[in-house]
């Protein structure tokens, strides 16, 4: 996948026009906010599990938000195990550092979660290390096609 193929399934919304491209990496929360220029927290970063079947699952959060263990294993009753960058690529179809939850192979599960819904805007990847795309809660939930907004992370302390 990609950024085209990225543009190509937000234009089913209407928010191709959205995506911006960088000439340096935004492959991290860190480069992301200073490439887009928000706080990092503004970043939404999604993280790339595998369900205990092998299938994946995506958990979109807040840039400064961490995987809460517990909430986790609560919520899907198992432990939060992470794709590896081979793994996202096959299973989601996109390289680790622009992981995001348009354009992504069928049968993977996107959730987002509700760190993400102090802010009137976040900037999630747009399918390349060197991408994101401006979208409010709501407009990320349908474009996204989440199945529902969860709590399973903490606010990383500094």
């Keep these: 996948m990609s950024v085209e193929s990225v543009k ?5 919304f209407g928010f191709e026009d959205r995506v911006r491209e960088f000439t340096e990496s935004s ?17 939404a970063k999604t993280l790339s599990f595998k369900y205990p079947d092998g299938s994946p699952l995506l958990i979109v959060a807040a840039g ?7 909430k986790f ?7 939060a195990k992470m794709l590896t960058p081979d793994e996202a690529i096959e299973l989601v179809g996109h390289a680790v550092g622009g ?3 348009f354009a992504v192979k069928d049968g993977v599960k996107v959730y987002l979660d509700e760190s993400m819904k ?11 290390s060197s991408s994101a795309v401006e979208l409010n809660c709501d ?3 349908e474009c996204s096609r989440a199945i529902e907004w969860i709590d399973c992370c903490k606010i990383a302390e500094n």
Excluded: H, M, Q, W
Aim: net charge negative; hydrophobic share 50%.
């Design 8 to 12: 190509e399934y937000l234009r089913e």
């Design 27 to 43: 492959a991290t929360v860190e480069l992301a906010a200073v490439a887009v220029g928000v706080i990092p927290a503004r970043i």
């Design 64 to 70: 400064d938000a961490k995987i809460d263990n517990r």
């Design 73 to 79: 294993k609560d919520f899907f009753g198992f432990k």
């Design 99 to 101: 992981v995001c939850p």
């Design 118 to 128: 102090r802010f009137d805007t976040v900037f999630p990847a747009a399918g390349s």
């Design 139 to 141: 407009e990320l939930f």
